[in-house]
């Protein structure tokens, strides 16, 4: 089985038993952001991840994005200055969730720190893709963002 299935842009989101909008981070001094849960974390201990989490009910995927963001950066993001990447999902779901994976630069400098897991801050997409416990869906992220020339 494919550890990762990029997901037609057209899929309802309906289709999954829950979505996730989860963001690759460039800060105001041009380093990638990502978080790292610490070894007694419940799900997935010592990965390194990019920034996101679950849709709630009557959210928009955006909505979502920007509300995890704020909660776990305490981050102010404009929704213009939000890129869309693509949409995957994993095989430790079974494929079942969908992940829609954004960017965002942050060049007003409104992250004011990391509420939730250790942050790690990386100079190049190669430098954070050697770490060892890397999300697979974090490095397609950063992969997808190299591509796009939007991280370097």
Request: charged residues 25%; aromatic residues 8%.
């Amino acid at each position: 089985m494919e550890k990762i299935r990029v997901i037609d842009a057209n899929t309802p989101s309906d289709k999954f038993s829950a979505n996730l909008a989860d963001c690759v981070i460039l800060t105001k001094n041009n380093r990638l952001l990502m978080q790292q849960r610490p070894d007694n974390w419940k799900n997935h201990a010592g990965v390194l991840n990019i920034f996101g989490g679950h849709i709630e009910k009557g959210e928009t995927i955006q909505d979502g994005l920007i509300r995890e963001l704020r909660e776990e950066l305490g981050a102010v993001v404009k929704p213009k200055d939000v890129t869309f990447i693509g949409t995957i999902t994993e095989d430790w779901t079974n494929h079942t969730e969908a992940v829609h994976i954004h960017f965002w630069h942050d060049k007003e400098g409104t992250i004011t720190g990391c509420y939730e897991c250790e942050a790690i801050e990386y100079n190049s997409a190669e430098e954070a893709l050697k770490h060892p416990k890397i999300m697979d869906y974090a490095a397609w992220a950063l992969n997808q963002c190299k591509t796009l020339n939007l991280i370097p």
